[in-house]
DNA sequence: AAAAACCTCAACCGCCCTTCC
DNA sequence: AGGAAGGGCGGTTGAGGTTTT
């Protein structure tokens, strides 16, 4: 259509996004909202095109985003939707909540379609046991001295920290699953405490290059479910 | 221990759709 | 009615991490 792009790309950052960059966006959307994404990292401050701030508060930074690794049920939920929708991704996305299209087209790539393909013929071998699939998630909890590493991205520190946290883990049972009223309740004090919540994430990244695999960022989590956890018996804030 | 191969996922790109004027 | 602007979506990429050889 030979339309000018969405942003001037001189002069604006690219690339992983820092903590500064974050901790700016999630301010300024807190305080005035995103009824207008171009505008937006001007506004803030920020020198990143409004679609990449967007991309990142839907994906990464909102504070419904249900972080870790996908349940089994989840995963069936996504093949039977793909079935139905194909690449949907928004669309199976919006069957479930606290998941994004980005998150579930790359896992949707990496494990759920190997999973079929491999179940339609067999396969050669198991280099790596598939991290995220539900027979690496159901199969034991964290403290059962698993035969490999579930994973060690930052999400699944998450998830593991999850697991010590929450009352929804259940060692003895097959079943492992965070249920919606966790999720809601973690929604909800992430929001109505943002104030203590965006201290923690403050520590994410000392560093300034990514949140990945960071010990902050697992304390941030850590911090984050036990809060949610206490939460169970404390009157909301 | 080192190199190679492989995997994961955040981020970018470009197109399409919707809304506004 | 039609063009411009902005938002949204799906496909793709590549850096960084992990596993295998």
Not at 66 to 76: C, H, L, V, Y
Not at 90 to 115: Q, Y
Not at 208 to 217: E, I, K, L, Q, V
């Amino acid at each position: 259509m030979g339309r000018s792009p969405c942003c001037e790309k001189m002069g604006l950052n690219r690339g992983p996004w820092t903590a500064e960059e974050d901790m700016t966006l999630i301010a300024h959307i807190e305080r005035h909202g995103h009824s207008n994404w171009r505008a937006l990292p001007k506004q803030a401050g920020l020198l990143r095109c409004g679609k990449s701030c967007r991309l990142r508060w839907i994906n990464y930074l909102r504070p419904d985003i249900k972080r870790g690794n996908f349940t089994s049920e989840e995963e069936d939920a996504i093949i039977q939707l793909h079935t139905m929708l194909g690449n949907r991704w928004s669309m199976i996305a919006a069957r479930l909540p606290g998941r994004t299209d980005n998150e579930i087209k790359n896992v949707w790539h990496t494990h759920l379609k190997k999973r079929l393909e491999s179940s339609a013929a067999p396969k050669r071998k198991a280099k790596k046991p598939v991290a995220m699939t539900a027979t690496a998630i159901t199969q034991d909890g964290p403290n059962s001295a698993p035969v490999q590493p579930i994973s060690s991205s930052a999400t699944d520190y998450s998830m593991a920290s999850s697991y010590e946290t929450t009352e929804s883990f259940s060692p003895d049972s097959q079943e492992f699953q965070i249920d919606d009223s966790f999720w809601s309740e973690t929604l909800a004090m992430t929001v109505d405490c943002s104030g203590s919540v965006m201290e923690a994430g403050d520590t994410i990244v000392a560093d300034g290059a990514s949140m990945r695999s960071s010990n902050a960022d697992m304390d941030f989590w850590v911090q984050l479910f036990m809060q949610a956890g206490d939460m169970q018996n404390l009157p909301q804030i």
